[in-house]
């Protein structure tokens, strides 16, 4: 059978990737026709557009860039029309996504829906899209059920989350190795994850690294994005105590004794590999101020989201200051603190159910369309 998969930034390329591979698993003959990035490239099928070319991040940003976006829409429709896919997945990326749904629906083309849309956050009006263009929701996050279930009377399946694959599939890399091949030291690690898109990088990176100097018996190492060059990093890194490795993210938290996260799954890959953090998150000033005004949640991290409570601190816009990020950071490091985080940790954890996300969903995409 012919599949279309849509993912449209780092986190969705991940899932997409293990989704792919559960599919050849479950239908050996599958064609599968993708946008996407580089893991998903590696597990097979067509690369049509990289994810590079498709992020943009918050509101003034993509009214900027609307003309791209537009453009990249009306690519994706002709793609597809030429492929007759038997089903389009979806990988989040609502903004893209949803209007692609709905010309497929017009299409008589089958459209399922690979981790929801974050439309409990904002825009919650989308469920009307939703449940017009939507044959199929699976989704990643315990609470999701009762809001589309329970709230909205769309039937949807819990298939648990995706990351819990991914990490599991994580080969195991002796940390000496580690540190040998990326030219780290024996000081312990603080990792930096400032996200994946050149706007939230920049924003992001300089503010976390200005804390270097209060402590020197660590060494800091940023996890570089897979879609961005080492050149771009360059001019961040004016420190001894400052290190860089580059797509290597699940082997730098393995050895992490704790992070500075961006806002986003990183802050949930952070928890599940037990990691303290701190979640740091700035936009740009017309952004967030647009942002605060429609999103009601009390937290923008997944881990306080899922725990309906503040257990990682968040560092949010004004808060998001050299001295606080210090402060934050000493305390995570604090052995009491840590060991009462890493308590909280494995709760989440239960809360997201067993390994096995992908291979569920493939199972209920194939099993669908036979």
Not at 129 to 152: A, C, G, Q, R, T
Not at 310 to 337: A, C, F, G, H, M
């Amino acid at each position: 059978m012919k599949y279309y998969i849509i993912a449209g930034e780092a986190s969705g390329d991940l899932h997409g990737a293990n989704l792919m591979k559960a599919l050849y698993k479950e239908d050996p003959s599958a064609d599968i026709r993708f946008w996407g990035g580089d893991l998903m490239q590696n597990s097979g099928g067509t690369l049509v557009k990289h994810y590079r070319d498709l992020a943009f991040m918050g509101f003034v940003e993509v009214l900027y860039n609307l003309k791209t976006i537009l453009g990249n829409i009306k690519i994706c429709k002709k793609d597809i029309a030429d492929f007759q896919p038997d089903v389009i997945v979806f990988i989040d990326y609502p903004g893209f996504n949803l209007r692609i749904a709905k010309w497929a629906k017009e299409q008589g083309i089958k459209t399922h829906y690979y981790i929801s849309p974050q439309i409990w956050a904002w825009k919650e009006s989308r469920i009307a899209e939703i449940k017009s263009n939507v044959d199929k929701m699976y989704v990643i996050l315990p609470f999701e059920k009762d809001f589309y279930e329970k709230k909205h009377h769309f039937p949807v399946e819990f298939v648990g989350h995706p990351l819990i694959d991914a990490i599991h599939n994580q080969p195991l890399i002796d940390a000496s190795i580690f540190r040998k091949e990326n030219q780290l030291n024996e000081k312990p690690i603080i990792a930096i994850l400032p996200g994946s898109r050149k706007q939230e990088i920049t924003k992001m990176l300089s503010v976390m690294l200005s804390v270097v100097n209060d402590f020197p018996d660590y060494q800091f190492v940023i996890a570089g994005a897979p879609s961005q060059e080492f050149s771009f990093y360059e001019d961040f890194i004016t420190h001894e105590n400052i290190k860089f490795i580059s797509n290597k993210t699940y082997d730098l938290l393995r050895n992490a004794k704790a992070a500075l996260v961006t806002s986003g799954t990183a802050t949930l890959e952070t928890a599940l590999f037990k990691v303290p953090e701190v979640v740091c998150y700035k936009g740009s000033w017309a952004s967030y101020q647009i942002a605060k005004r429609i999103i009601t949640l009390k937290y923008i991290s997944l881990v306080n989201l899922i725990m309906d409570e503040e257990v990682v601190t968040e560092l949010i816009q004004d808060d998001y200051t050299t001295k606080r990020i210090s402060e934050e950071l000493k305390k995570i490091l604090e052995p009491n603190y840590r060991a009462t985080l890493l308590h909280q940790y494995d709760v989440l954890e239960e809360k997201l159910g067993g390994i096995g996300a992908s291979e569920k969903t493939a199972k209920l995409i194939v099993g669908d369309l036979k």
